[in-house]
């Protein structure tokens, strides 16, 4: 039971880390727009308990458990909390990862450049030597 657990909060602790040199599968803009719309849904549902239970409080003969509902409808409003801020963390690593691929074109690019001019620099180098050689 030890290791399983150990192994559980290991995984739990690989998953929580956010690398900004790889990006894990499930960070897409596809779970960014599904955690938005499922945070919505979440909103909608928690904003009409709400109404619907202050309503039937307030202007009908109908006595609801008023409490109990109201902390439904803040678990909902919770629940969607938690979506929107998981379509944020998603909307973040994405965009870290892509300034990481472009930060690694642009070291490229300069490498590439450094190494074209080290190049040249020795091509010009073995050609005075010649020069040089041959006037002597």
Request: aromatic fraction near 14%.
């Amino acid at each position: 039971m030890k290791k399983i657990a150990h192994w559980l909060l290991e995984k739990v602790k690989k998953d929580m880390r956010t690398d900004p040199f790889t990006t894990p599968s499930r960070r897409t803009k596809l779970s960014y727009y599904f955690d938005n719309l499922v945070s919505m849904l979440f909103y909608l549902m928690g904003i009409y308990l709400m109404l619907v239970d202050l309503y039937q409080e307030l202007f009908k003969a109908n006595n609801t458990d008023f409490l109990g509902t109201a902390l439904m409808a803040l678990v909902l409003l919770l629940g969607g909390l938690l979506f929107h801020w998981s379509a944020y963390i998603d909307l973040r690593a994405i965009k870290r990862y892509q300034q990481y691929l472009k930060q690694q074109s642009i070291e490229q690019q300069q490498k590439l450049r450094r190494e074209t001019w080290l190049k040249a620099v020795e091509q010009g180098k073995t050609e005075l030597e010649q020069k040089l050689n041959y006037k002597e």
